[in-house]
T-cell receptor, first 115, second 113 residues
Framework: DAGVTQSPTHLIKTRGQQVTLRCSPKSGHDTVSWYQQALGQGPQFIFQYYEEEERQRGNFPDRFSGHQFPNYSSELNVNALLLGDSALYLC??????????????FGEGSRLTVL | KQEVTQIPAALSVPEGENLVLNCSFTDSAIYNLQWFRQDPGKGLTSLLLIQSSQREQTSGRLNASLDKSSGRSTLYIAASQPGDSATYLCAASRSGGYNKLIFGAGTRLAVHP
């Protein structure tokens, strides 16, 4: 049973460019959440997708957007990259049958470096 | 607003010691408290999940407890090994919050032979 898979694992961009990160959830999971982890800090919640819609969002600007596909996979898009967007981007999946269910399982992350 | 704090920020111990990592949270209306392990540059591995109706969970040499009234959780690691060296993160989700996790900054653990 494959766990949460993310791609690419590493990428380097320059300021002002755009990036797309991809995530395939664990088999049987229908909810995908994205987190940003800066060096030396805990992950911060970006947003969560369920039934192809953004269900909730953290304190991130509109430059951060996402999408969920019918097969539950998800993309995170970041426009107009800033140096401060350099971080490890983590995808987590869970099965949601209500507001209080679903242990989260995380992928290995995508390491983004903005030069 | 939920805030999660982990103490200590870093810990170095000799192999074989029993140790306790601490996590405190400000909002007692939590639903899940989850402990993770993170190796350098890697993703998060779930260690233990404690639901609000539970007081502790155990897995092998790991034991995690939850005290909602005091806003604290502890992760106990018995007979530490060099392979336990990693960053340990705790995260809390709010009741009704669709499992959005609020993380602490982590405790960096080094176990030396």
């Amino acid at each position: 049973d494959a766990g949460v898979t993310q791609s690419p694992t590493h990428l380097i961009k320059t300021r002002g460019q755009q990036v797309t990160l991809r995530c395939s959830p664990k088999s049987g999971h229908d909810t995908v959440s994205w987190y940003q982890q800066a060096l030396g800090q805990g992950p911060q919640f970006i947003f969560q997708y369920y039934e192809e819609e953004e269900r909730q969002r953290g304190n991130f600007p509109d430059r951060f957007s996402g999408h969920q596909f019918p097969n539950y996979s998800s993309e995170l898009n970041v426009n107009a990259l800033l140096l401060g967007d350099s971080a490890l981007y983590l995808c987590a999946s869970s099965f949601s049958s209500g507001p209080n269910t679903g242990e989260l399982f995380f992928g290995e992350g995508s390491r983004l470096t903005v030069l | 607003k939920q805030e999660v704090t982990q103490i200590p920020a870093a810990l170095s111990v000799p192999e074989g010691e029993n140790l306790v990592l601490n996590c405190s949270f400000t909002d007692s209306a939590i639903y899940n408290l989850q402990w993770f392990r993170q190796d350098p540059g890697k993703g998060l591995t779930s260690l233990l999940l404690i639901q609000s109706s539970q007081r502790e969970q155990t897995s092998g040499r790991l034991n995690a407890s939850l005290d909602k009234s005091s806003g604290r959780s502890t992760l106990y690691i018995a007979a530490s090994q060099p392979g336990d060296s990693a960053t340990y993160l705790c995260a809390a989700s709010r009741s009704g919050g669709y499992n959005k996790l609020i993380f602490g900054a982590g405790t960096r653990l080094a176990v030396h032979p």
